[in-house]
């Protein structure tokens, strides 16, 4: 399935939603604290709002056929003293915390890592998604989306499918759009088009895996974000054409087995243009594309006399450009 892609890589789009730009006229940069300290204070609000928010659980029973529209969460009720009074029909609600909860009632953690900093984020899985694609952290994803802060403000959403570059977008999505699938199938009837068995969640993110000390356009600084989601499609991405697809360009100084999830900070010839925007990673006059030796599109596996592959290696300096 082939996404248009519409947004230029932009390497100071990293930790921004393409659709709340700085140039809002509300962007404000706050005195940065402390992300370790941050992220504690964070993951303990989100807890709170776990025990204290329910959704309309049986509403997906026996069926991949909703929408995030259908995800209805909810505070509960309080009494007149302001104490949270008991979930509303347990039969068909289900408090998020419950919900979150592993086969042995352990709350389900994710964990990640992010400019050294560990964090914890979570994700209520509606449905897996029925295609055979999922994501890798750099790829293009077509998805119908709302975001909003625990207060239930929703500062952002598209009710019709819009294309993104996973890159351009605030970490979290990075990480968590790979646990889904696309969807099982699409059919187009009149010029509009319907899909079919999508991946169906959503995720909540602390302040660090958002936008952190950086204000948008209704989300003050160090806000937990929530965010529904449709995965509908996805693609691979090679962002500078050179035959390696983009995730395989982070290589987090480990080789090309290490990964961050940041294909920012990967320059192997120090040029200023990490590998994945640069079509000469070695920076040896000779095309990434160009040092595939073998000729099967796939420069990773070209190794060389030093033992590392030839497009990474400045010595190896012979081309195998295919001539006209």
């Excluded at 809002?24 to 005195?31: I, K, L, Y």
């Amino acid at each position: 399935m082939y996404l248009k892609k519409y947004v230029p890589v932009v390497l100071g789009l990293l930790l921004v939603v393409a659709s709340c730009q700085p140039d809002d006229g509300n962007f404000q940069v706050a005195p940065e604290r402390d992300r370790t300290e941050q992220q504690v204070v964070d993951n303990d609000s989100l807890l709170g709002y776990f025990e204290t928010h329910y959704y309309n659980a049986s509403t997906f029973d026996g069926s991949t056929d909703f929408t995030i529209d259908d995800i209805v969460i909810t505070e509960l009720p309080k009494d007149d003293d302001g104490n949270y009074l008991p979930l509303p029909d347990p039969d068909n609600n289900r408090l998020l915390i419950d919900e979150l909860n592993d086969v042995n009632g352990i709350l389900k953690a994710y964990n990640t890592v992010l400019l050294d900093i560990d964090y914890v984020y979570y994700v209520m899985k509606i449905n897996q998604g029925g295609g055979e694609g999922s994501p890798s952290f750099a790829d293009d994803i077509r998805v119908r989306y709302s975001g909003n802060l625990q207060d239930a403000s929703v500062f952002d959403s598209a009710v019709t499918p819009v294309d993104f570059d996973l890159v351009n977008l605030v970490p979290g999505w990075s990480r968590v759009l790979p646990d889904f699938n696309e969807a099982f199938d699409f059919s187009t009837v009149g010029g509009d088009v319907t899909y079919t068995d999508y991946g169906l969640g959503v995720m909540f993110l602390p302040s660090g895996l958002g936008y952190f000390s950086s204000s948008q356009l209704g989300v003050p600084v160090y806000s937990n974000l929530i965010f529904k989601f449709e995965l509908l499609q996805t693609e691979e991405n090679d962002h500078d054409g050179d035959g390696i697809p983009s995730y395989k360009e982070d290589f987090d100084g480990e080789g090309i087995t290490g990964s961050d999830m940041n294909v920012f900070n990967d320059d192997t010839d120090n040029d200023a243009t990490p590998n994945f925007l640069d079509v000469d990673d070695d920076g040896d006059g000779v095309l990434t594309i160009n040092e595939d030796a073998d000729g099967d599109g796939d420069p990773t596996n070209d190794i060389g006399v030093n033992g590392i592959p030839r497009y990474l290696d400045p010595e190896e300096t012979e081309s195998f450009e295919e001539e006209d």
